[in-house]
């Protein structure tokens, strides 16, 4: 597919969203592509299509008399072409198949439709109106949300409905229509860990929003496109301190680079709220040591980015850091967590004054402008967003509201979630974890940004805190005379680093990597988790 034609999508559901015709949870990322700069795994595929064959087109039917049309139940083999009738048949083979559908009750198939509703509203399939796909969805679902695709996929989330045999490479031939790459991504041979119905196309193509592959530095005094009180990422391993400015990454979203020597893929899901740092080196199916460098399918599953390594095409949770479908979903793979914080530029400057920063000169065309890219979402742009959320989610808890800022930590299997206004006003936490005893620390303050979107002009939004948390045994800690001092049980000092608490007497406790992300991200992976609680 051409970038005009992905773009052209993107403008439709942009239009979509302005004309009221379309929910708020079908507006789409602004990061849309302004070339094609695929990936060289991109190329290699570029013209490839999905391996599994189409079931043989049927001959074309004439409309039946209802009470001719067959009610028994639909076998695999039917079930099968039904699907090809559906989306590539002819107007009356699939109003055929939606006839043959009702007539079954075959609830398998209210997945397909809520794919057909969205593959209409985007203008991949035009052989069924949109009023006969919402009609026949209501009638087999026997429920009534109209048009709204949010809606249905919300509904749609909490049920234990599952599609007929063959929907992956079904969805994948659909989507394939945007990009040949997702129709390698679904097919059915993959092992798949999540519901594949869930799988939402977030409005580009494969890497339309490209990974930055080592990116080159600045020495921090060069670096004069960066205001004082800008966010930042920041990473230091082994001596090498990075900075990684929001402004640039929220138009890329990943970051595969190498600190300290260390491979590192910066994994950032703008929509959730979370940036989470990978070790790169992990194992294949085999135990085999390899090192992954990773880049953004296009895809979304709860409004979180799937990433993809770029040695399997196998797809990848951002937030829990598995394969999710592909090769290597097969095996029990999860990535390692490295340290990331967020803070201030100043900041980062004042704790790291040898710190290198990432240039904005990146090669893309892009306005690096903080807010451009997401600010309005950021911002919880109710004009644009319903529930402050761009596509829906059906696993939400109303604890706190959807984009609080939580610290994240998933310790001994066991997760938690740290409201950050709640660690602000301690500074210090001392809590148990599963089985591990951690301290958590803030500093600063609300990191706040005065920024343009690029859709609605001038937002305020906040990104988050600098927070960090280190294993504690069998100590208690509380804030010491400054942000990066705290004070033992005995009243000793102990200094903040990124790899360590360091005692008066040479002891370390080692850093526990944990990440930022917004309540609705975390809780809808981790319903299980558990709230922190002042």
């Given amino acids: 597919m051409t970038v005009l034609r992905a773009i052209s999508l993107f403008l439709l559901l942009t239009l979509l969203v302005a004309c009221g015709a379309a929910t708020s949870d079908k507006a789409t990322p602004t990061a849309v592509p302004h070339t094609a700069t695929p990936s060289e795994a991109s190329e290699a595929a570029a013209v490839a299509e999905p391996e599994e064959p189409a079931p043989t087109k049927a001959e074309e039917t004439a409309a039946m008399d209802p009470s001719e049309i067959d009610n028994g139940a639909i076998n695999d083999e039917e079930a099968q072409s039904l699907l090809f009738n559906l989306s590539e048949g002819s107007r009356s083979e699939a109003e055929a198949a939606l006839d043959r559908i009702l007539a079954a009750d075959d609830q398998r198939f209210v997945s397909v439709l809520i794919e057909l509703m969205r593959a209409r509203q985007v203008g991949l399939i035009q052989t069924l109106d949109a009023t006969t796909i919402v009609d026949s969805l209501e009638t087999l679902s026997g429920q009534s949300f109209g048009g709204d695709w949010g809606k249905w996929i919300t509904w749609y989330g909490g049920t234990d409905l599952i599609p007929p045999p063959g929907f992956t490479s079904w969805k994948g031939r659909l989507l394939a229509g945007i990009d040949n790459y997702f129709g390698l991504f679904l097919q059915d041979k993959h092992p798949s860990k999540i519901r594949v119905e869930e799988i939402q196309w977030g409005g580009v193509v494969l890497d339309g929003i490209p990974a930055l592959d080592n990116p080159n530095m600045l020495p921090a005094a060069e670096a004069d496109y960066l205001e004082p009180w800008e966010p930042v990422f920041g990473i230091a391993i082994n001596d090498d301190a990075r900075a990684y400015p929001l402004r640039i990454l929220d138009w890329h979203e990943m970051a595969n680079d190498v600190v300290g020597g260390v491979p590192v893929s910066l994994a950032y899901c703008t929509l959730c709220g979370a940036a989470i740092a990978y070790d790169g080196r992990s194992v294949d199916l085999e135990g085999n040591e390899v090192t992954y460098t990773f880049g953004s399918s296009g895809f979304l599953f709860r409004s979180n980015k799937l990433m993809y390594d770029r040695s399997t095409l196998t797809l990848w949770n951002q937030l829990t850091g598995e394969p999710v479908l592909g090769e290597l979903a097969a095996g029990d793979i999860r990535l390692d967590l490295l340290p990331v914080v967020l803070t201030t530029w100043a900041d980062w400057q004042e704790q790291h004054p040898d710190t290198v920063v990432m240039d904005i000169a990146t090669g893309f065309n892009r306005n690096y402008v903080p807010g451009a890219a997401y600010g309005d979402y950021f911002a919880n742009d109710e004009r644009l967003f319903r529930d402050g959320l761009m596509f829906p989610v059906w696993q939400q808890s ?131 988790t558990e709230l922190y609680q002042p």
Avoid: C, M
């Avoid at 609080?404 to 997760?415: G, N, S």
């Avoid at 504690?472 to 990066?484: K, L, N, Q, Y």
């Fill in 398 to 528: 109303d604890q706190l509201f959807n984009k609080d800022h939580v610290y994240a930590l998933r310790l001994d299997e066991t997760p938690k979630a740290y409201p950050v206004t709640d660690l602000l006003a301690e500074r210090v936490v001392n809590d148990v974890v599963g089985e591990t005893a951690v301290t958590l620390i803030a500093a600063g303050e609300i990191v706040e940004v005065d920024g343009t979107s690029q859709r609605t002009g001038p937002v305020a939004y906040t990104s988050g805190a600098e927070i960090r948390a280190f294993a504690r045994e069998e100590h208690t800690f509380s804030p010491g005379p400054d942000d990066f001092t705290v004070l033992d049980e005995d009243g000793r000092a102990w200094q903040v680093t990124e790899e360590a608490l360091v005692g008066p007497d040479g002891e370390t406790l080692a850093r526990v990597n944990g990440h930022l992300a917004y309540w609705f991200g975390w809780y809808a992976f981790y319903p299980e």
